[in-house]
């Protein structure tokens, strides 16, 4: 099976680019003679899980069974600025780049998992978030998928400067399905009237430590999107 999924070829039969190679199997525990996948294959196939609905069954059998709806996927499918946004959170957590498991496994993270990740990432931008989540969980696995996608949500934090001037609602830039993140700036501005120097240096440190923390999460968002807009990819 490993040549069919690495090679695209079964016997002497090279598929044709247009064939999508899908496996399906019941757990080890529930199946005859069955086995946990080798991790050099599992490491080459996106990992879901598929629970028997009851009530999807019957509805089945008395109304018919109906296509999926693919509403949301695929839209504004950016697969380059996706791969730019993995390659800026494995800048700054290099960990999860490579962790091959010890023995037989599901999904896990390496270089190449994190490609169908970003693609997963740039298809499913439109689509409910936790298709999203079972898809780059399904390919890297879930401590690697959930920091990514935990780590994109927190690219879309209130500027500090904005945070700290006071009451109020903090305004948040785009997400990152809108647009490209920006960078947190450390302001020197002077504090408004009337505040203390023991405040206004509290409010200066703060704004200080959380701009530090905004812009090292931040740097390499803006190294690789900044060398894929000069240089593509």
């Known amino acids: 099976m490993l040549r069919v999924v690495l090679e695209r070829a079964v016997g002497d039969l090279t598929l044709p680019a247009s064939v999508r190679i899908v496996a399906a199997a019941n757990p080890p525990e529930q199946a005859a003679d069955g086995w946990d996948l080798p991790a050099p294959l599992a490491n080459r196939l996106i990992h879901l899980d598929w629970t028997v609905s009851a009530a999807s069954v019957a509805d089945g059998f008395t109304g018919g069974f109906s ?26 957590r290099p960990e999860p780049v490579l962790n091959v498991p010890d023995g037989p496994a599901r999904a896990w993270p390496s270089p190449r998992t994190w490609e169908p990740a970003a693609i997963a990432l740039a298809h499913t931008i439109k689509a409910p978030d936790e298709v999203r989540a079972e898809l780059v969980t399904g390919a890297v696995g879930e401590a690697a998928g959930y920091e990514l996608l935990s780590w994109l949500r927190d690219l879309n934090l209130p500027d500090p400067e904005t945070l700290l001037a006071g009451p109020g609602t903090p305004r948040c830039p785009p997400a990152w399905t809108e647009c490209t993140p920006c960078s947190a700036r450390s302001s020197h501005t002077s504090p408004p009237a009337g505040t203390s120097p023991a405040s206004a240096r509290t409010a200066s440190h703060g704004r200080s430590r959380l701009a530090t923390r905004l812009t090292a999460e931040r740097a390499g968002v803006l190294r690789a999107l900044s060398s894929f807009t000069t240089d593509p990819l």
């Open 67 to 92: 296509t999926p709806s693919l509403e949301g996927y695929g839209v504004c499918a950016d697969v380059d600025r996706t791969r730019a946004l993995v390659g800026a959170f494995l800048r700054v």
